[in-house]
């Protein structure tokens, strides 16, 4: 990543999301917006979150670093090309995010949350890479119910930035093809976005290409907890069946053409699932890559896929 892009990375932590949605209009829809349309998005969803959170005063400021960064990932797009040797692509793919704090502190940057900003284009180049691959379905970990416990100035300018982002691209992200749905707990994100994101899916809900899961405000013990409530509730009412699986209350099966992943990559240097689809990933292939999440570039993303061809599926058998 050149010395030019660096600079760019503190906004990407809090960003991402928003940025992803950026990411994705600017890479899969690169002829919907010229280079300065896309720099005045930028500009009008950054200004957003500078009104919203009193303490993201400075983030207009960026406009520019992360338009010259969305270029970087625009020309490494454009001259990759998908290897001949990749026989077969995984039907869905689930991806953890992680590192882009990490990434932010190796480039000096006092806000942390500046990471989420280039971690959010990152994403929007590997969701055009993975829809041209072929992946009929791609669940992104963009927010656990756990990462509420950090600063209140990073949830803050994320919960800003998925919204932004999201009303900004929306006519973009409709004409993508893909089709956009939640995966997570409703209760504690605020109206504001929920609102958004039922727009969003509603909006796109009879495109026919990828489905993209966005788990936001996902974690696996809170949607085990809640289908146990909700089983109880239902025997209590006496509407349970005799016969019911546990796996028909979990949030996953509300998405329509759901299917358990076949693969799970995570980035970041770390080893573990961090409460990430316990129950639907029990069967998945985990494929653990060092790259924090700004520098996982498509080589790394077709390594994965290379990596998974590799195994032997058994299912229990």
Same mark, same amino acid.
């Given at each position: 990543?050149?010395?030019?892009?660096?600079?760019? %990375?503190?906004?990407? &932590?809090?960003?991402?999301?928003?940025?992803?949605?950026?990411?994705?209009?600017?890479?899969?829809?690169?002829?919907? /917006?010229?280079?300065?349309?896309?720099?005045?998005?930028?500009?009008?969803?950054?200004?957003?979150?500078?009104?919203?959170? %009193?303490?993201?005063?400075?983030?207009?400021?960026?406009?520019l670093?992360?338009?010259?960064?969305?270029?970087?990932?625009?020309?490494?797009?454009?001259?990759?090309?998908?290897?001949?040797?990749?026989? %077969?692509?995984?039907?869905?793919?689930?991806?953890?995010l992680?590192?882009?704090?990490?990434?932010?502190?190796?480039?000096?940057?006092?806000?942390?949350?500046?990471g989420y900003?280039?971690?959010?284009?990152?994403?929007?180049?590997?969701?055009?890479?993975?829809?041209?691959?072929?992946?009929?379905?791609?669940?992104?970990?963009?927010?656990?119910?756990?990462?509420?416990?950090?600063?209140?100035?990073?949830?803050?300018? /994320? &919960?800003?930035?998925?919204?932004?982002?999201?009303?900004?691209?929306?006519?973009?992200?409709?004409?993508?093809?893909?089709?956009?749905?939640? /995966?997570?707990?409703?209760?504690?994100?605020?109206?504001?976005?929920?609102?958004?994101?039922?727009?969003?899916?509603?909006?796109?809900?009879?495109?026919?290409? &990828?489905?993209?899961?966005?788990?936001?405000?996902?974690?696996?013990?809170?949607?085990?907890?809640?289908?146990?409530?909700a089983?109880?509730?239902?025997?209590?009412?006496?509407?349970?069946?005799?016969?019911?699986?546990?796996?028909?209350?979990?949030?996953?099966? %509300?998405?329509?053409?759901?299917?358990?992943?076949?693969?799970?990559?995570?980035?970041?240097?770390?080893?573990?699932?961090?409460?990430?689809?316990?129950?639907?990933?029990?069967?998945?292939?985990?494929?653990?890559?060092?790259?924090?999440?700004?520098?996982?570039?498509?080589?790394?993303?077709?390594e994965?896929?290379?990596?998974?061809?590799?195994?032997?599926?058994?299912?229990?058998?």
């Amino acid at each position: 990543m050149s010395s030019r892009s660096q600079p760019q %990375s503190n906004l990407r &932590m809090q960003i991402a999301c928003m940025l992803i949605l950026h990411a994705l209009i600017s890479t899969c829809l690169a002829d919907s /917006l010229s280079n300065d349309g896309y720099q005045v998005r930028i500009g009008q969803v950054l200004s957003g979150i500078a009104q919203s959170v %009193s303490t993201a005063a400075q983030y207009p400021s960026m406009a520019l670093p992360l338009s010259r960064f969305k270029n970087h990932l625009q020309t490494e797009y454009d001259e990759f090309s998908i290897p001949k040797q990749l026989i %077969s692509v995984p039907g869905h793919v689930a991806l953890i995010l992680d590192g882009d704090r990490r990434w932010s502190d190796e480039q000096n940057y006092q806000d942390r949350a500046y990471g989420y900003l280039f971690g959010a284009l990152r994403l929007g180049q590997i969701m055009a890479l993975a829809q041209k691959s072929g992946i009929s379905q791609l669940t992104l970990y963009l927010f656990s119910t756990e990462n509420f416990r950090r600063p209140e100035h990073e949830v803050r300018v /994320l &919960m800003s930035l998925l919204e932004q982002s999201f009303q900004q691209f929306q006519d973009q992200l409709v004409d993508s093809n893909m089709r956009f749905r939640h /995966l997570g707990r409703r209760q504690g994100l605020p109206k504001s976005l929920l609102d958004t994101l039922d727009v969003l899916t509603a909006t796109t809900a009879n495109n026919t290409g &990828m489905r993209v899961n966005l788990a936001i405000n996902y974690g696996g013990t809170a949607e085990i907890e809640d289908a146990a409530k909700a089983i109880l509730k239902s025997y209590v009412d006496g509407t349970l069946p005799d016969q019911f699986r546990f796996n028909d209350y979990l949030y996953s099966s %509300s998405l329509d053409g759901w299917s358990n992943p076949d693969l799970v990559i995570r980035a970041g240097r770390e080893k573990r699932i961090s409460n990430f689809l316990p129950l639907q990933s029990i069967y998945s292939e985990w494929v653990f890559r060092n790259e924090l999440w700004p520098a996982f570039t498509p080589d790394v993303f077709i390594e994965s896929l290379q990596e998974f061809n590799k195994r032997e599926r058994r299912l229990g058998r």
